[in-house]
């Protein structure tokens, strides 16, 4: 390929925080600086930042030392849609692309890296269709992103609920007790269907299954019966029963980013308690499985996504996002993937595994 | 003295869970049988097992290998009270304390080792006013017992709640948020007061200095006009306004161990999300705190705890609480600390070095 | 295929230690028992209790609450090979293969699922040859088993690791030292390339590419000209430099499971310090790597592996190795990957982006 | 008292590395700044800063984020004497006292901080004597400075080396062998006694009790033969057989803080594995134990002694060292506590707790 070679690129974090954003903003800038002597500049807080002209230089040096760290040195944040921008409340959206277009070209910046979920990357490619060359990273702690096995961030806060699951199974058993545990998943269970298997939890409720309030009270009176007095529940925030609609503890419709203290664990509590005669406890992490120094796993995984956006990027590869895919790196196009969601198959392995080894998932 | 040796005792556990429990069974034990040649028998569930007649014998190998291990093999009970027991719902509650006497006597065991809370005290003082010999040793994640400087499990409950600080505050400073964390402390603040501290919180809220949402907000308000566009606040789930009264998101009249999925952080995060027009979001650990393998200094302490009260029922005290004062071992009488409750002092040293490294206490 | 369906299997564990073994055990276990209404021995200590008949019935309770706990229930062995088996000292190796045989057909145990590395696997496969029903289940920390991307006990070894090499992190950084960690890793340098990623560590040092010491001194004097006074090195225990070999601190001639104090890190950190003239030490965290319990992916793993090793022999599958490969699960002769060993591509994906975020192989 | 306002203070961190070294800085400052309207300096890499002029302000956003990070943002150093300084190699150390004086009073420093273990203490003290006003915090992951009964760091290591024993529990239990672990401790064995018996380790070896090996390798043998085909033994880097002398791996004369890879725990390993028979392994953590994030505990501590010294400056305290002490803050005279160490007393009620839980000290 002809193509003139990339030397100047920005880089943002968009949407809901996740642990390894700094790893893939380090990988990227390092890439881009020291093996293609590229000059980098920093977005900050997402599409905000594009819009708003708040676009700095990002040297070496800024990035060293953030691998281990959660967050992100950029800031990100949730609602900046740039092709539907609400300056001021109650004045209708607006498309502001131009505007963040030209933020990048009076800088001469050729290439944007998007690091963020199905929103930030439903942006991304509409940028690109503008004729902005655009890389996607994929980023979600839910696991859901369509296109891609895996995400950073999904790893750790998989780590964060076990452990508090770990935490729970000594007290419930002490105790005689049914502990539910909730965890995020929008519209997904990956992480109550991981950190569930990982703990050994008894039930495990996420959206692709909806659930029947019977059976999971029957499951965990079964149990009481045979000498175990206690029960682990860990519930996706999305999981519902049959037939049934999901608990939303709180209306935040502006919100894509909502906390539900209560939500499913609570309402569930209460149903099971009545149902069982068994005392019910509920658990909501809520934002801790957001933060945090990344695991190992996810520090690698993150490196990996963030120096592969950047060769892509130098191989004249547009308009993608980076993906973990069949235990190896790849991409797909931003236009295949954009507004899709990836679910749990019903009969997945690791569900007839967790079946097999005694698990319900309520039905 | 010329005592006659004790040769057979029992131990049980009551109460809430609490981090270091089976070590403190496993020194008392390991002592009695290997270094006192007494034979030793456990409770199950506490009281409960007392009235219910369930104390079976407890040999080395029993108590081998729980050191490192949440929770308590004897299993406990929270609301067994034996000199007011209630026998069936709708009953009367009866005093059962004469039958549990009889279920010890039965088997010649001389002396009951108690370990709990203050619930679990005045039952045991009560016992030893009947002329069983009772030795108690502390327990609560509160760290609230009247006559001890330090309880087990405390430093156990305040690392879980700093390790999830610590993770609010990558999150938080990424997203410019306010956290607010609520932690257990029923009637004191002493976990909020310690994993504040040692998280850097901004705000601390304890029941023992009734806070001003005005003065949160403005000190919220201060940091985000200072460029800080995020605050992490931790409070006790008994912390409450001045003047107001303390939340209690669903009254649980019945249970002396009542979780709270809301409480104080869900209402303080809607009441500052208005005062401040920051977003605030609100994460309770709730039974989390309870759980988990203790801490290295949890796991001492509860060893020395256990191998104290066995020394001193040797050398003939009885009806005492084992406790950490000062630095040293110790004991106290329970008459004198039955029923009391151990709080933060408003002026203390620690309420002093926190404000001077910059906290506020919503004053 | 009108086979027999099996009813009665007997598990082993051999080989080093490696967090997931428990893990597996209960997959196996509980799906035999309550899926397929098999029933289930354990034989103790590797291919030891099988020459010795120690063949214990494995109940469902037997296997329940270890799925956290770190090594395993069964016990395992290094050295025991039945088909050159040393009986005692000074007399010649025997096949006690046929005993072993003959151990297993009086129970009337139809099959074998062997968890374990190369070693056991050999092994395994010999015993397929005389006819028996053999499973292969790979375990290794070193994650060099061929035919499989990914072995449990890897991660949490590299998890391990990465958490001493954070900690090094700060102690160099204040003191201006250069920090060798040596991991695990016989023949193969996986452990230090993640761990070293992961922890972004200044040099990787890996058997798979030989390093010259000149190359690692320049290295380190570079960036401390560069006013960055520290330097954190990982070099898996068989790292060698070009043209020279490996460093063994200590001829264990006969054990396949050496631990070295010192080997690599001690060695290199005298040469380092005269060629460079800056302070460097060496630290070997040594079976501490192979401890534990399992993090969460390692549980998720090796409950997934252990249950489609059963799910094969149930479909009729024999003489296999179940396998993770290109993100998921499957299986393999034993005979096709018996005696080989998967190493590190010197230029693989992990590998550049390594280099590319300024690590330094020592070439 | 008349005495003038101090308005201008410097603080150092001397000798090796210990968690919680920046929450004291940051205390020390936040104080100073913010509640006295101080002037702080930081001086660089302990008293070598102090000779070379090295002295720099430090602000309040220098010390902000950084309670939870392991290290020192000031640098430290081991060597540097100021009252017997090595210009030099080859040369007579020198007296750069009077310079390091003049490099504080030029700027008009009224006050010096000294955060360090007994050497720095040493020098501190002399500073004193030559009219400097000063106050010391005392500094140790050993746990022996004389005069404290706690200091910050010491807890940190103790989780460390305990995490680790707890992790050789595992391997050592599944693989029937002996497992020795040395810990730091260069005059006393509070890290091994305390580690030790938060792990249930079978033998703790301190320089305050001399083993003898007969009695170790007994204690071993006995285990074995009840069934217990494992134990884990921890010891103190200066543990020493009774009558022997300690093991010291290479003599390193000129450093204060000489790394043993090897040691007590290899020379153990070999002498064991020939009295028992019984395969044993040596491991040893080295400066993992010195870095990583200080636990809350330390935290808290740190920060308390921190804000204690500049209380007590402020109150007109001189040449004192900060000091927990019976359970609270205090300070003792810098000439009551210089040049003596604080062991291990060997009938300590924590060595009569390990002993009645069935803990040896190999006597």
Known sequence: ????????????????????????????????????????WGVADGYEGLIEDHIEPLSYDDVSGILTVGGTILGSSNKANPFSYLVSPGTRPRDL????????????????????????????????????????????????????????????????????????HTTASSHHRVMIMEVMGRYAGWIALHAGVASGSDVILIPEIPYELDCVAAYVKKRSQKG?????????????????????????????????????????????????????????????????????????????????ALELLVRGVNNHLVVWKDGRLGSTPLSRIAGKIKTVPKNSELVRAAKAVGTSFGV
Chains 1, 2, 3, 4 share one sequence.
């Open 1 to 40: 390929m002809a193509k003139k070679k990339i030397k100047r690129i920005a880089v943002l974090t968009g949407g809901g925080d996740c642990p390894g954003l700094n790893a893939v903003i380090r990988a990227v800038a390092k890439t881009a600086i020291a093996k293609y002597q590229m000059k980098v």
């Open 228 to 308: 175990r007095r206690y029960s682990i529940i860990v519930a996706a925030e999305s999981a519902a029963p049959r037939g049934g609609k999901m608990v939303v503890h709180k209306e935040v419709a502006d919100s894509p980013d909502p906390i539900r203290l209560g939500g499913i664990a609570e309402v569930l509590a209460d149903e099971l308690s009545e149902a069982t005669g068994i005392s019910c406890r509920g658990v909501n992490l809520g934002h801790v499985q957001r933060g945090g120094s990344p695991t190992p796993f996810d520090r690698v995984l993150a490196t990996q996504l963030g120096h592969h």
């Open 97 to 168: 692309s131009d505007q963040c277009l030209e933020n990048l070209r009076k800088r001469e910046i050729e290439a944007l890296i998007c690091i963020g979920g199905d929103g930030t990357m439903v942006s991304a490619a509409a940028f690109a269709k503008k004729g902005l060359v655009v890389m996607g990273v994929p980023k979600t702690i839910d696991n859901d992103i369509y296109g891609t096995d895996m995400t950073f961030g999904f790893h750790t806060a998989v780590n964060t609920a076990t452990e508090a699951l770990d935490k729970l």
